[in-house]
């Protein structure tokens, strides 16, 4: 992204520097591809954003499936260490 600002500075630079009273075909030319060059890099700068907000939104959306996941197992792990403890402390009790 950094150059493609660089490149528009220049080209403003470049158009700021010329005689406006007269154009030259040849650098109104290039000037034109430059510009085009840039239109393109720029929508496909924004093409490979549109993709990684999609990518982006799948993670973060299983993130949040897995962050409820994880509560469930520790919910029940904690439950089965609570049973299994006080099943211990009984079996315990009823061999001296």
């Avoid at 954003?49 to 982006?56: F, I, P, S, Y």
Wanted: aromatic content about 8%; overall charge negative.
């Amino acid at each position: 992204m950094d150059a493609i600002l660089r490149q528009i500075n220049e080209l403003a630079s470049t158009l700021g520097a010329m005689d406006h009273t007269m154009i030259d075909p040849v650098e109104y030319g290039e000037l034109r591809g430059q510009v085009a060059s840039l239109q393109l890099q720029v929508s496909e700068f924004k093409a490979k954003q549109a993709q990684m907000d999609v990518k982006l939104d799948l993670v973060l959306e299983r993130l949040s499936e897995a962050r409820g996941g994880w509560k469930v197992m520790l919910m029940f792990g904690g439950a089965a260490g609570s049973f299994g403890a006080w099943i211990a402390s009984h079996i315990t009790k009823l061999w001296p």
